[in-house]
């Protein structure tokens, strides 16, 4: 593994189904995000850990939760899906310079 | 708290062009600045940071930006643009923790 690593690459879920988006970082970076990318609004930030056993919410929680039980690991829950969580998410890990690097995206469709 | 707005939506420039993208910020301390890169269903890729020091920041691809303070800008620019560099292009304002804000991404269309 280098970088980032995102499951699954995409997915189509029915409403109201529980679903766990996951991302795996390498580089051991003490931050990791997690974003949604929506046309025309950019990449708004859901939840975030600046270190491991740490979370805290970002723009755009609601629906959404984290865990971040070590390092390496940071999954996003959707306890019950929404239509309107139909989204591309990104997860991203930083060091201490603030660059922030991106895994390659999971594309979720909820029906 | 910060925000980023990017006024253009989409920019189409020729091939072999010049390109300069708009960034203004909004931030109460020095910020840190970011160009990122993404093609269609890609990730993002760092294309350059401003944290301090020269105001004309350097980047991959020949790309560069400028940091202005008293605009509140950091414009993106290209001085002879590729086919190959159609993309969407964010920009990016950090600041208080590592969290940073995204603009809403310019749409580069390049003609042939």
């Known amino acids: 593994i280098a970088g980032i690593t995102q499951a699954p690459t995409s997915q189509i879920l029915a409403a109201g189904r529980r679903m766990t988006l996951r991302c795996t970082q390498d580089?051991?970076?003490?931050?990791m995000y997690w974003y949604r990318q929506d046309l025309g609004l950019g990449l708004r930030l859901i939840h975030y850990?600046?270190?491991?056993?740490?979370?805290g919410k970002g723009e755009v929680p609601d629906g959404y939760s984290v865990s971040r039980a070590n390092t390496d690991d940071f999954p996003l829950t959707l306890a019950s899906a929404v239509p309107s969580q139909t989204s591309v998410y990104f997860c991203?890990?930083?060091?201490?310079?603030?660059?922030?690097?991106f895994g390659p995206g999971t594309r979720l469709t909820v029906l | 708290a910060q925000s980023v707005t990017q006024p253009d939506i989409h920019i189409t420039v020729s091939e072999g062009a010049s390109l300069e993208l708009r960034c203004n910020y909004s931030?109460?301390?020095?910020?840190?600045l970011f160009w990122y890169v993404q093609s269609p269903g890609q990730g993002l890729q760092l294309l350059l940071k401003?944290?301090?020091?020269?105001?004309l920041v350097q980047g991959i691809k020949g790309f560069e930006a400028e940091f202005k303070r008293s605009q509140s800008s950091f414009n993106l620019r290209k001085p002879s643009v590729h086919w190959s560099d159609a993309a969407e292009y964010f920009c990016?304002?950090?600041?208080?923790?590592?969290?940073?804000?995204f603009g809403a991404g310019t749409i580069l269309r390049v003609k042939s």
């Open positions: 990016a304002v950090g600041g208080y923790g590592n969290k940073l804000v």
């Open positions: 850990s600046n270190t491991a056993g740490t979370t």
């Open positions: 991203a890990s930083s060091d201490s310079t603030h660059e922030q690097f």
């Open positions: 580089m051991r970076h003490n931050a």
């Open positions: 401003y944290f301090s020091g020269d105001t």
């Open positions: 931030y109460g301390a020095t910020p840190y």
